[in-house]
């Protein structure tokens, strides 16, 4: 209503700058813990909802920062994004940061542009599992697995059992189908500036520099610089938060109400933090 009202307005009281409206989406995908709430749908759905609704924006930017995580949170926050441009009829900016790799990447492609800083690492179309076997080690240390199931195949894959073919041969099936979904994403959105060299989709990750010249970026730059360019000198990036809550979190460790120490969640975010790590420290971050 204010920005109606300006028009009319004589001088500087009637001059509005172009902003275009910022969202972060930073961290490992769908790794949520108690004291690490991790990059899912819920975590960044108000914050998109606001940023698309700015009437006046001409475009929407994302600042993606992640090295992967769950597939399934990667494309749901992929087909919120499409959905939100659509509805309101926005371009949307992609600028990576330190990385967009594999659901990173996924998310990035929800763009109408990439753009990456020459350092910045992007790629890594596939999908992994890893885990470890203990079997031999329990055995050593004289530890008895018990475990009792309905269902033959309860167990796939348990890390105290020895590893079975068939058993590996079917989670490969299902990173196949999940890797076919990522690959076919990536086609139809930039299929008309890929290069047609295979290693694309073999899983390989590049810089910035070399992503450009397989199509998996459109240019190199950086957030302020490109907005400046293409809307104006006067043109301003509004970084959007997510919304503050008057209620407290509940946090996962602390004092509780009787002096003593509350360690709920602890041991999920230990795991979680050595998880996240993990992925960022395979892109050398």
């Given at each position: 209503m ?10 500087k009281l009637?001059?509005?700058k172009?902003t ?6 930073h ?6 813990t ?22 006046e924006a001409p475009a929407v930017?994302?600042l ?18 499409r959905?939100?441009a ?7 900016l992609v600028?990576?940061e330190?990385?967009a790799a594999?659901g ?19 790629g890594?179309?596939?999908?992994v ?5 203990f ?26 059992r ?6 590996v041969e ?14 076919g ?25 070399k ?12 957030l ?9 000198k ?8 997510a ?9 996962g460790i ?7 120490l509350?360690?709920q ?9 050595l ?11």
């Open positions: 204010l920005n109606k009202i300006r028009k009319y307005l004589p001088g009637g001059k509005t172009p275009v409206p910022v969202v972060r989406l961290g490992a995908i769908g790794m949520s108690p004291l690490r709430p991790g990059l899912t749908l819920s975590s960044c759905a108000q914050t998109l909802e606001r940023a698309f609704k700015v009437k930017a994302l993606v920062n992640s090295p992967g995580g769950s597939p399934v949170q990667s494309r749901l926050i992929y087909t919120r994004i959905a939100l659509e509805e309101h009829k926005k371009d949307v600028f990576v330190d990385v594999s990173g990447y996924m998310i990035a492609i929800a763009g109408d542009e990439i753009i990456a800083d020459p350092s910045s690492i992007v890594s179309i596939g999908v599992s890893a885990g470890f076997g079997n031999d080690l329990i055995s050593k240390i004289g530890v008895e697995r018990r475990v009792y199931t309905a269902g033959e195949k309860k167990v796939l894959l348990d890390p105290f020895p590893e079975r073919a068939e058993d079917h989670l490969k099936s299902l990173q196949q189908e999940i890797h076919e979904t990522f690959t994403m990536v086609k139809e959105r930039r299929g008309d500036v890929l290069n047609e060299a295979e290693e694309i989709f073999s899983g390989l990750f590049w810089t910035g520099q992503a450009r010249d397989l199509g998996l970026v459109d240019q190199l730059g950086d302020r610089s490109v907005v400046k360019e293409r809307f104006g006067d043109a301003e990036p509004r970084l959007f938060g919304p503050r809550s008057i209620f407290p979190k509940r946090q602390g004092v509780d109400a009787l002096g003593g509350n360690l969640g602890l041991g999920d975010d230990v795991i979680s933090s998880e996240t790590r993990a992925l960022w420290a395979r892109y050398g971050l």
